[in-house]
């Protein structure tokens, strides 16, 4: 509902003027930050070589939330980290964790998979055995240490390279909140 104000309660007017123009920019912010996000899982995680995406919890893990004065963009899955900024070579560490993980990996991707021919001229798929996987995933570890973990241990700065569209999204969805004043 508009309100009215009399020329002596310009002050007032102002005050709420201010208070009304700051709610729609904080609003605007916080759309230009989901925006963010769509353009991170949409756009640039698909255009990255390689692609992050194995099991699809680092393209999940994008969020956006609301901060005072603004908004925030961010991931919450535990290796983002990792993809964002990498690993230099004299940051990896070998452990049981790590081969454990390259293991299940290397098994869920089919590597050291071998094709056999059955009596009958059919032929299948024989997975890696557990043994086989670990010394695959070692083998992967030892490269990592090596060559560093994502574009030489500088990562693959998905953020970074959204962060040039993030000054149209909020031009937009700053103006679209004030104009609707």
Known sequence: MARSYDLKDAGLFIRDLTKDLRAAAERG??????????HIVSSVIPATDPVPVDKGLYRAGWRARAIAGG?????????????????????????????????EWVQRKGIGSTV????GGRHRVVKATDSQ????????????QQRGIFAGGKGLRVLE?????????????????????
């Open 161 to 181: 390279r959204a962060e040039k569209e993030i000054p149209r999204f909020i031009r937009d969805e700053v103006s679209r909140e004030i104009g609707a004043l």
């Open 116 to 119: 056999v021919k059955s009596r």
């Open 29 to 38: 912010l916080l759309a230009a930050a989901h925006r963010t996000v769509g």
């Open 133 to 144: 996987a670990r010394g695959i995933a070692w083998a992967i570890a030892k490269k990592m």
């Open 71 to 103: 908004a925030l963009v961010y991931n919450v899955s535990p290796h983002a980290p990792i993809i964002e900024w990498g690993a230099k070579v004299g940051n990896i560490k070998i452990g049981r964790a790590m081969i454990d993980a390259l293991a």
